[in-house]
């Protein structure tokens, strides 16, 4: 768990049997009521990675994960939890149950 912006932050690694490699991630984010804002399941395919978790505690690792606000007048985001090298994938997702993913404009030709 985590908390930040006022938020709490579950998240739950699903591993393969066997050789432990993280396939999916579960993420919950919680108001400060417990109300349930964001549950999502993070993945990747072909080319892609779960990147790894970032923690405040160590400041020699690279950051990966954020969350605040970027866009005037719009929710707070959080990213970056995937990588992907042969797609379009969404830049970050909106921290509210209204909005979901911003996905930019892209040409997947590679």
Known sequence: M???IGLRFYIQNYETPGNNEII?????????DSNMIT?????YFEGGMLLPLSSS??????????VGSILKNEP?????FSSEAFSCRPLFQFIHPLHEYFIP???CRH
């Open 24 to 32: 999916i991630r579960h993420l919950i984010i919680l108001d400060s």
């Open 2 to 4: 985590a908390e930040a």
């Open 76 to 80: 707070p985001v959080i990213f970056d």
């Open 57 to 66: 505690i160590d400041d020699n690792k690279e950051i990966f994960q954020w």
């Open 105 to 107: 404009r892209c040409d």
């Open 39 to 43: 549950n999502v399941v993070h993945g």
